[in-house]
């Protein structure tokens, strides 16, 4: 196949123009499948994609069918732009910060807003990408050190290994549940003024696959709850993790008829000037991985729960 307009060189990140003549042998063949040899470090997903988003075009006019059957002596030109995924793993800076650091460890206050891992939709701009940019010491550290994440819209502190060993024995700890981390939450409806804990399995809610659920057969997780007060129909709560599940406190609350303020994924509604889900990673305590000092933090809640959590402490 004769090109035109090829760079041999691995894509920048810049999109790349290239070109054939359509042979006599591909006449009649479908567009997509004529690109996988035109372009074949991508996958035919993504070509397709390129097609549907007109960014290939036939005899000069853009075409937005993959199954488009080809004529011979046509030419084809596909601007080659990368997948999101591939960005996934590139430095980006942004201000992060940070509470503690050390050769072995970073802690950081994560804002509400911030994804903390790509995924898809969210690809870049992620916690992952900002340290990357911030230290090259991440980049050779899987997952950039990120031992456990915090939701999109959930503020608050997160540990993130800065050496292997680090992250080794942070993996562990976790695992071995001694590390010890205590959230700030409001939730809709008057919550027992005693203390109490919420022992249910999670699991991929089978209604709907973005949520979580309690269900037979989902990963033990278990929560402590202690209501610091309530005011209306709004209570102010204070939670401890004995486990990480996806979504854990929204769900167990939810699950009680107790959604987090604001939490429309689990039924919250917004209150009190709260529109992102009411929760906050306050404390964070855990033994250092390396030297076994005991280390503990607190970090106060941003504005906009500050306000709320106020609100609702008045008597």
């Given at each position: 196949?004769?090109?035109?307009?090829?760079?041999?060189?691995?894509?920048?990140?810049?999109?790349?123009?290239?070109?054939?003549?359509?042979?006599?042998?591909?006449?009649?063949?479908?567009?997509?499948?004529?690109?996988?040899?035109?372009?074949?470090?991508?996958?035919?997903?993504?070509?397709?994609?390129?097609?549907?988003?007109?960014?290939?075009?036939?005899?000069?006019?853009?075409?937005?069918?993959?199954?488009?059957?080809?004529?011979?002596?046509?030419?084809?030109?596909?601007?080659?732009?990368?997948?999101?995924?591939?960005r996934a793993f590139v430095p980006q800076a942004m201000d992060l910060?940070?509470?503690?650091?050390?050769?072995?460890?970073?802690?950081?206050?994560?804002?509400?807003?911030?994804?903390?891992?790509?995924?898809?939709?969210?690809?870049?701009?992620?916690?992952?990408?900002?340290?990357?940019?911030?230290?090259?010491?991440?980049?050779?550290?899987?997952?950039?050190?990120?031992?456990?994440?915090?939701?999109?819209?959930?503020?608050?502190?997160?540990?993130?290994?800065?050496?292997?060993?680090?992250?080794?024995?942070?993996?562990?700890?976790?695992?071995?549940?001694?590390?010890?981390?205590?959230?700030?939450?409001?939730?809709?409806?008057?919550?027992?003024?005693?203390?109490?804990?919420?022992?249910?399995?999670?699991?991929?809610?089978?209604?709907?696959?973005?949520?979580?659920?309690?269900?037979?057969?989902?990963?033990?997780?278990?929560?402590?709850?202690?209501?610091?007060?309530?005011?209306?129909?709004?209570?102010?709560?204070?939670?401890?993790?004995?486990?990480?599940?996806?979504?854990?406190?929204?769900?167990?609350?939810?699950?009680?008829?107790?959604?987090?303020?604001?939490?429309?994924?689990?039924?919250?509604?917004?209150?009190?000037?709260?529109?992102?889900?009411?929760?906050?990673?306050?404390?964070?305590?855990?033994?250092?991985?390396?030297?076994?000092?005991?280390?503990?933090?607190?970090?106060?809640?941003?504005?906009?729960?500050?306000?709320?959590?106020?609100?609702?402490?008045?008597?």
């Open positions: 196949m004769e090109q035109t307009g090829i760079d041999d060189s691995e894509l920048d990140g810049q999109a790349e123009s290239r070109s054939a003549m359509v042979p006599d042998t591909s006449h009649g063949e479908r567009l997509d499948r004529f690109l996988t040899r035109l372009a074949p470090e991508f996958s035919r997903s993504h070509l397709q994609s390129l097609i549907e988003r007109g960014l290939v075009l036939v005899d000069g006019l853009a075409v937005r069918q993959a199954s488009r059957r080809l004529k011979a002596a046509l030419p084809v030109t596909v601007t080659l732009e990368l997948p999101e995924e591939s910060s940070v509470v503690y650091e050390d050769d072995h460890l970073l802690v950081v206050d994560k804002p509400a807003g911030l994804v903390v891992h790509p995924a898809a939709g969210h690809w870049t701009g992620t916690l992952l990408n900002g340290l990357l940019a911030r230290d090259p010491v991440f980049a050779q550290l899987p997952r950039a050190g990120i031992v456990h994440r915090l939701d999109k819209d959930t503020s608050g502190l997160m540990v993130v290994a800065r050496s292997l060993p680090a992250m080794t024995a942070l993996v562990r700890d976790i695992a071995a549940r001694t590390v010890r981390r205590r959230y700030l939450a409001l939730v809709h409806g008057r919550v027992s003024a005693e203390p109490f804990s919420i022992d249910a399995p999670i699991g991929r809610d089978p209604s709907a696959r973005v949520r979580m659920a309690v269900v037979a057969g989902g990963k033990p997780a278990r929560t402590d709850v202690e209501r610091v007060a309530v005011r209306g129909a709004i209570s102010a709560l204070r939670c401890a993790l004995h486990t990480g599940r996806t979504h854990q406190i929204r769900v167990h609350l939810a699950s009680l008829g107790h959604p987090l303020v604001a939490d429309a994924v689990y039924g919250g509604a917004p209150a009190l000037g709260m529109t992102r889900q009411a929760l906050h990673a306050t404390e964070l305590g855990f033994s250092h991985p390396v030297d076994a000092r005991p280390m503990r933090f607190q970090c106060p809640p941003p504005a906009d729960l500050a306000q709320a959590w106020q609100a609702v402490l008045v008597d």
